[in-house]
């Protein structure tokens, strides 16, 4: 049986190979530190709500909920949300994460309805590149923010660029240029930047009403 979400997999990613690679790989993306300073960045105050697309196993979305925000947590696996599902379950207040199947080209929240917006090491996984900044702008608040990174393999300087420098070529290129000239269409000031975070090259797309 073929999964609705396989289209947004690397070929490397399908299979019960990829679930225990991901298993060995789990404290690396367990406790994420891109994800947490994306969130310092972000700075998601309490009451507030945030998106977190691609959430994985959800270091962003733990940070999150720990300065007291909403969370909607997002992702096409399965096994994903299970991680996080059974992971949410162990933080202080539990009902401040949400955890659901979903893309960005399909977000399952209202108009206007979320204050922060962000996604690590996504962006490259989405299928339909206007359509998902069209459903960020649809669900971000008048006075809300979006951060988007991946980190730029193609970029020598990274630790692991003779491994993945192709790997946005399976599946979507992530030029910053494109994806803020898709934000301003929709009405909101964004900036595309190649830069380090962490000491990581990333690609880098802030964006606000």
């Not at 080209?105 to 299928?127: D, G, M, Y």
């Not at 020598?156 to 000239?181: A, F, L, N, R, S």
């Amino acid at each position: 049986m073929v999964n609705e979400f396989d289209r947004y997999r690397h070929e490397h990613d399908k299979g019960v190979k990829a679930k225990i690679s991901w298993i060995l790989k789990l404290p690396k993306f367990w406790n994420s530190p891109l994800s947490k300073e994306v969130i310092r960045v972000l700075d998601p105050q309490k009451g507030e709500n945030v998106l977190d697309i691609g959430a994985g196993m959800g270091p962003a979305a733990i940070e999150a909920a720990s300065r007291g925000a909403h969370v909607v947590a997002i992702d096409p696996s399965r096994f994903m949300r299970a991680i996080l599902g059974f992971r949410r379950q162990f933080q202080k207040d539990p009902g401040l994460i949400t955890v659901e199947a979903g893309v960005a080209e399909k977000i399952p929240l209202s108009k206007r309805s979320t204050n922060v917006v962000c996604a690590v090491n996504a962006v490259h996984h989405w299928t339909d590149l206007e359509g998902s900044i069209e459903e960020i702008a649809r669900v971000i608040a008048p006075t809300g923010r979006v951060l988007l990174v991946d980190e730029d393999f193609t970029d020598p300087k990274h630790p692991q660029h003779e491994t993945h420098h192709d790997h946005e070529e399976e599946m979507t290129k992530v030029d910053v240029e494109i994806i803020k000239g898709l934000f301003e269409s929709w009405g909101l000031e964004a900036k595309g930047e190649k830069v380090l975070l962490l000491g990581l090259p990333v690609k880098l797309i802030k964006a606000n009403f």
